[in-house]
C-alpha cells in the first residue's frame, strides 16, 4: 500500500491511498496478473456508515470485512491503514488470543471503532497509538487543521514512532508505504521516494486530491497489486475510490 | 552502493485526473451500513449482492490454507474450530460476521478467517 497526507498552502489536507494486496498469493501468466488481487476488485464498495438516519463516517471497503482500512469522519479526521511486516507478527497474536489472552484489539476492528467512536483528531491518535495490537500496522491519520497528521508505526504493544507534519519546516506532506519511516525501503520495492519525488514536482502551492491521484497513479506507486486507489477529504467528509489496473510493463509490487 | 533504476519506474504522471485510460477499471457501489439496525442484519444488502465474488475470495483464501498444510481433513477440522473462534471475538463484529454467514450460507469458519486475514498473513 501507498498512503499519503498532503498539506496546501492554506493548510488544508489532502489524503490518499493505493489499496494493494496479493502478493505471493497466486500469479496469473495468461493474464500477467496477481490472482487474488484481481479477484479482490469486484468486492471493493463504499460505506455510508448511519446512525439516526445522519453519516457517522464514510469509508472503502472489502464487501464482508467488519473491519476498516480506510475512512473518513467529516470534520475530524481521515483513516488509512498500511500493512507492517513484521517476525513478531499477527500469527503471534492470534495465537495469544487462541489460548485466552485476550487483551488486544484485532487490527481493523480497532480502526472501525476509531471511526465510530472517536470524536476528535487527538483522541483518535491517542487510541491508535495505545492500544494493545493483535498485528503490527502502520496508521496514517489526517486531522482538519494545519499540521495534524501522522504516521503512527505500531508494534502489537506499542507505538514505535510517530511522524508528524511539519509544514512550516517544509514537512508538508508525509508519505507511508510498508516500511518504517526510519529506515530505508527494500531497494526491490521503493515506492516511497518515487511517491516523495512526484509530490515535490507538483509542489504545495498545486497539491489537492487530483495532484495526489496522479502521484499514485505513477509506476511503481501504482503497481500489479494495487486493487484500488482512495481520495479522502476531511472537511467535506468526502471520500471517492477507484478500482486500478496496471498494464504491462508494470512492476509486479 | 550503486542503485539501479528501477526498470518500471516512469516519470510522474499529470492529468490522470479524473480516472480515464487503461489504469482506470471502474467506480465502485455505494451502500449505507445501518447502525441502527441489530448488527446480523447490517450487512445483508452489501453481502447479498457481493455473494458469489465474497465465496471466490473465500475459496481463495482455503486453497491457500490448504497449500500450506496439504490435508484437507485438518483443514476442515480447524475450519470448525475457526468458527468456534467468532463467538470469542468483540461485539458487535462478531454478530455483523454471523450475518454474513447466514446471508451467503457459507461455513461461519470461513467468513472469520476472511476478516482476520491481516493478523495470520502479516508474517
Redesign the interface.
Known amino acids: 500500500c501507498t498512503s499519503i497526507i498532503a498539506e496546501d498552502k492554506t493548510g488544508k489536507l489532502y489524503h490518499a491511498r493505493n489499496l494493494d494486496f496479493g502478493l505471493f498469493?497466486?500469479w496469473d501468466v495468461q493474464n500477467s496478473s496477481w490472482?487474488?488481487t484481481e479477484?479482490?476488485?469486484?468486492?471493493?464498495?463504499?460505506?455510508?456508515?448511519?446512525?439516526?438516519n445522519k453519516t457517522?463516517f464514510k469509508s472503502?471497503n472489502?464487501?464482508?470485512?467488519?473491519?476498516m482500512v480506510s475512512g473518513v469522519k467529516q470534520g475530524m479526521f481521515t483513516l488509512t491503514m498500511n500493512?507492517?511486516?513484521?517476525?513478531d507478527?499477527?500469527?503471534i497474536?492470534?495465537f495469544e488470543?487462541?489460548i485466552g489472552k485476550?487483551d488486544g484489539w484485532?487490527?481493523?476492528?480497532l480502526t472501525?471503532a476509531v471511526l465510530?467512536n472517536s470524536t476528535s483528531y487527538e483522541d483518535a491518535k491517542d487510541k491508535l497509538a495505545n492500544t494493545k495490537l493483535?498485528?503490527?500496522?502502520y496508521f496514517i491519520l489526517g486531522g482538519n487543521k494545519p499540521d495534524e497528521g501522522c504516521i503512527i508505526t505500531r508494534s502489537r504493544t506499542s507505538a514505535l514512532n510517530i511522524k508528524n507534519l511539519d509544514a512550516k519546516n517544509n514537512d508538508w506532506f508525509v508519505v507511508e508505504t510498508n516500511y518504517d519511516p526510519w529506515k530505508s525501503p527494500l531497494?526491490i520495492d521503493?515506492r516511497r521516494h518515487?511517491a516523495m519525488?512526484?509530490l515535490n514536482?507538483?509542489g504545495q502551492e498545486k497539491i489537492t486530491?487530483?495532484g495526489l491521484?496522479?502521484?499514485l497513479?505513477?509506476?511503481?506507486i501504482?503497481?500489479k497489486l494495487t486493487v484500488?486507489?482512495t481520495l479522502l477529504e476531511v472537511s467535506e467528509g468526502h471520500i471517492e475510490?477507484?478500482?486500478?489496473?496496471?498494464?504491462d510493463?508494470?512492476?509486479p509490487w | 552502493a550503486v542503485r539501479a533504476r528501477d526498470p518500471f519506474a516512469e516519470d510522474c504522471r499529470e492529468h490522470e485526473y479524473p480516472p480515464n485510460g487503461p489504469t482506470y477499471k471502474g467506480t465502485i457501489p455505494e451502500y449505507v451500513i445501518n447502525l441502527d439496525l441489530p448488527p446480523s442484519e447490517r450487512w445483508v444488502q452489501v453481502v447479498r449482492d457481493k455473494k458469489d465474488d465474497l465465496k471466490v475470495v473465500i475459496k481463495i483464501i482455503k486453497d491457500i490454507i490448504l497449500t500450506f498444510i496439504h490435508n484437507e481433513k485438518f483443514v476442515a477440522s480447524m475450519e470448525s474450530k475457526i468458527g468456534w473462534l467468532c463467538s470469542t471475538l468483540p461485539y458487535p463484529f462478531n454478530e455483523e460476521i454471523k450475518g454474513i454467514a447466514s446471508t451467503i450460507d457459507a461455513p461461519l469458519g470461513d467468513v472469520v478467517v476472511f476478516n482476520i486475514f491481516y493478523e495470520i498473513f502479516t508474517v
Open positions: 498469493l497466486g490472482y487474488t479477484k479482490l476488485k469486484p468486492l471493493m464498495v463504499s460505506l455510508d456508515f448511519q446512525k439516526n457517522v472503502a472489502f464487501a464482508g470485512y467488519v473491519g500493512e507492517r511486516f513484521s517476525l507478527g499477527g500469527y497474536g492470534v488470543w487462541l485476550r484485532w487490527m481493523s476492528f472501525r465510530e493483535l498485528a503490527p500496522a531497494i521503493d518515487p519525488n512526484c514536482k507538483t486530491l487530483s491521484y496522479n502521484v497513479s505513477t509506476k511503481p501504482l503497481n484500488s486507489t475510490t477507484y478500482l486500478r489496473d496496471c498494464p510493463p508494470c512492476s
